[in-house]
């Protein structure tokens, strides 16, 4: 009796040995959970629970830690994640300012990043620092073309822009700007508010005047419903576009019937339950979703925090490599993560298809999008 | 630039400033009887807007529970209050307004989120809500301090606001909501089309000013109030407890906070976050009116709105800019029109 316990405990204490206190393969997260970015911190903090606990034979530790949407915080967090508990890999920041800030601390400590914010300034051009860095969502760029291509191939010849007054916005009248131009789309207007704002009556008559053929709203989230909602009650009565960054559910229960046929560009994982069963990125859009829904309810999951568990999946395409040349918890390891990393070939995520190179670090191609439109308040593919 | 917009843009900075107004009225009466600089005002906007929309989404908001929270440590902390002074014969009236009243207003919510009640109870509900939180929050975060420089309140006030926003996040999540409108439809006015929406939330600013100024000029509570800005001392001595004062005045702050929050739920998307930029606004005009002056406050707030509504057509990036770079003349007017007063009590 005495014995079979002892036996018992020793096995106990062994199981959580093995689990908990030394993982072999430590990933660090710093997510924007609070503060003006938590719609999109939040989702991917819930994503991180479901990422696997073992990869290549390994058990993985996940360590997350929370930035407030501060660029500051986000930098004493990776810190803290690289020196305190000695990280293999750093997953974060949701959002481009604190990214970036990141990029040097990624350089300077050699450990790879895997950034779930859109900039292409985040890994573009790949130099020196920016060999470490590495990131899931879609450039700007490749949304901005798939709006401009759409609107020139729906007859519209002058856009206005409504933007939020941030890096977003302004991320987004510079690439829509240079799509537009390249397909021949004049702007006519380009207005700014805040995400706070609780009216854009101005900036919407202005619109207005300039009589623009279609308007782009380049707003994230529920703050993007105002200037909609602002156009359809003055009678607009052109195309609305918004931009991938309101693809959740709060933007539909925020903007109801006054969204309806809005047009977006969005990953596929928005719609994966509609692409054809040929698209390569449809099983892990709905493994996803699956995943997502079955731990935190129907109709929770949101495109955001998909970059997350994208930025798990090509650690669990890379990691089996890296483990061939080096051990974790090694700089060798780190090294040879990075190299695995660059490497990835096809592989695909809920967001597309990844082909990394040397050149570039985002990988994503045309297969990364789809143009979505808003159908009796829910999202509906777009057949081009 | 015809006149419809002209006409339009008035209309917007109107209603924006009667909003805008309510608040500068509400921090020049919480700084005037209690020196608080009343940061945490559009917190009250916030909690008001979107516990309505929770129970309008058959959901108890999470503000019901913080309410408890609250009255638990008000209680607290009246207990050894009471224990201190030996005054037992005080202890039902902490324990009715700290337990008994919030208990009740949680039950009440727990009800009303699955009644399908019309809007108009439901928004008496989130009031029966909000405005307790009001004199329990004097209670607990002001009330211990209330005899310190207005330096140490305000830093009290940011601490307050930082918790209040915080909260706010975690009951409500980081997405917005909206309210359906109190009336709908569409009206004409001087040749414009104005939503019925717009022209309620002034006409109900409107009545709520009103009602503020009987409050104060006809009733026996108001006229302590007033007693208490002017002279906090000699209110004493006539027997008016400044504690009570302190009370009354957050009541009125968390009410009329609630009941603006409610208001523009309607017309804009309200956020855990938007009743700060909403608050500094008001707090804008409430400097204009120098923190004494209801009226100019009032004149104060529509001039902040519609400045807001001009420049947001004609500069939309930089419209906060323009709002805010509106202080700095304002205050050097004042400095040079006021004579200085040495405040030391």
């Known amino acids: 009796m005495s014995l079979t316990r002892l036996l018992f405990v020793l096995a106990a204490a062994t199981a959580l040995y093995a689990s908990g206190a030394t993982a072999q393969i430590k990933v660090g997260v710093d997510l924007s959970a609070t503060g003006p970015a938590a719609s999109l911190g939040i989702p991917q ?18 360590i997350v830690l929370d930035d407030a949407s501060d660029s500051t915080a986000a930098v004493k967090n990776m810190r803290k994640l690289i020196t305190e508990d000695k990280v293999d890999v750093i997953l974060g920041s949701s959002i481009t300012p604190n990214s970036l800030a990141m990029v040097d601390v990624a350089a300077e400590t050699e450990t790879p990043m895997i950034s779930m914010a ?9 130099d020196a620092k920016r060999m470490w860095v ?21 007859g519209v010849k002058s856009v206005a822009i409504i933007g939020f007054s941030d890096a977003y916005g302004q ?36 619109v207005m005047a300039a009589s623009p ?91 955001f925090g998909g970059h997350l568990w994208d930025a798990g999946l090509l650690l669990q395409a890379a990691i089996p490599e890296a483990l061939k040349t080096a051990q974790p918890g090694t700089p060798a390891f780190r090294r040879a993560l990075r190299d695995a990393i660059e490497n990835l070939h096809e592989v695909p995520i809920s967001h597309g298809v990844v082909n990394m190179s040397k050149t570039d670090h985002s990988g994503l191609d045309s297969r990364a999008r789809v143009m979505v439109t808003i159908h009796d308040g829910k999202w509906e593919l777009v057949n081009n | 630039m015809d006149l419809s917009i002209v006409l339009i843009l008035l209309q917007d900075g109107i209603v924006n400033g009667a909003i805008y107004a309510l608040l500068a009225l509400a921090l020049v009466l919480v700084f005037t009887v209690t020196r608080v600089i009343f940061i945490p005002q559009g917190e009250f906007v916030t909690y008001g807007a979107l516990s309505l929309a929770a129970l309008l989404a058959n959901k108890v908001p999470g503000t019901a529970w913080l309410l408890l929270g609250l009255g638990v440590v008000a209680f607290l902390m009246d207990l050894t209050a009471v224990f201190a002074s030996r005054r037992f014969d005080r202890l039902w009236l902490s324990a009715v307004s700290d337990l008994v009243l919030p208990v009740l ?14 809007l108009l109870v439901n928004v008496l509900v989130v009031l029966a809500i909000v405005v307790q939180m009001g004199p329990l929050l004097y209670r607990v975060a002001y009330q211990p301090l209330a005899e310190a420089s207005p330096l140490v309140l305000l830093i009290v006030s940011v601490g307050v606001h930082f918790a209040m926003t915080g909260l706010g996040l975690l009951f409500f999540g980081a997405e917005g909501s909206r309210t ?72 009125l702050a968390a009410l009329i906070g609630a009941f603006s929050g409610m208001l523009i739920a309607p017309v804009t998307t309200v956020y855990y976050d938007s009743g700060f930029l909403v608050g500094l606004k008001g707090f804008v005009a409430a400097i204009i009116g120098g923190l004494i002056s209801y009226p100019l406050a009032a004149g104060g707030a529509l001039l902040v709105g519609l400045l807001e509504s001009f420049s947001s057509f004609w500069a939309s990036a930089f419209k906060e800019v323009i709002v805010f770079t509106l202080i700095i003349p304002v205050l050097l007017w004042r400095s040079f ?9």
């Open chain 1, 45 to 62: 903090k819930n994503t991180v629970a479901l990422l696997p606990k073992e990869i290549g034979g390994k058990s993985v530790e996940y």
């Open chain 2, 105 to 118: 207003a949680v039950i009440i919510a727990r009800w009303a989120a699955h009644a399908g009640l019309p």
């Open chain 2, 337 to 345: 029109a006021t004579p200085v007063l040495e405040e030391d009590e």
């Open chain 2, 180 to 251: 359906p409108a109190f009336i709908d439809g569409r009206s004409k006015l001087f040749g414009i089309d104005v939503s019925s929406q717009s022209l309620f939330v002034v006409v109900a600013s409107a009545l709520l000013i009103g009602l503020l100024y009987v409050l104060f000029e006809r009733t026996l509570y108001g006229k302590a109030l007033r007693a208490t800005a002017v002279n906090r001392r000699g209110a004493r001595l006539v027997a008016i407890s400044t504690n009570f004062s302190g009370r009354l005045t957050f009541a």
């Open chain 1, 118 to 126: 859109a900039s292409a300034k985040i890994v573009e051009p790949v």
């Open chain 1, 134 to 154: 590495f990131k899931t969502p879609q450039n700007d760029s490749l949304m901005a073309s798939a709006i401009a291509n759409y609107m020139a191939g729906h």
């Open chain 1, 213 to 303: 053929d279609a308007v782009l709203v380049a707003g994230s989230g529920t703050p993007a419903a105002l200037p909609e909602k602002e156009l359809k009650e003055r009678g607009y009565t052109g195309k609305i576009y918004q931009t991938h960054g309101v693809a959740n559910n709060d933007f539909l229960r925020v903007c109801g019937k006054d969204c309806e046929g809005t047009l977006l560009p969005s990953g596929p994982l928005l719609v994966a339950a509609q692409l054809p069963d040929s698209n390569p990125t449809k099983g892990q859009g709905l493994a996803y979703t699956r995943a997502y829904e079955g731990a935190y309810g129907a109709g929770t999951v949101a495109t």
């Open chain 1, 171 to 206: 991320g987004w009248r510079d690439e829509f700007g240079r799509a537009a131009q390249a397909k021949g789309l004049k702007i006519v207007a380009s207005e700014e508010y805040s995400r706070s704002d609780t009216s854009v009556t101005g900036q919407v008559l202005k």
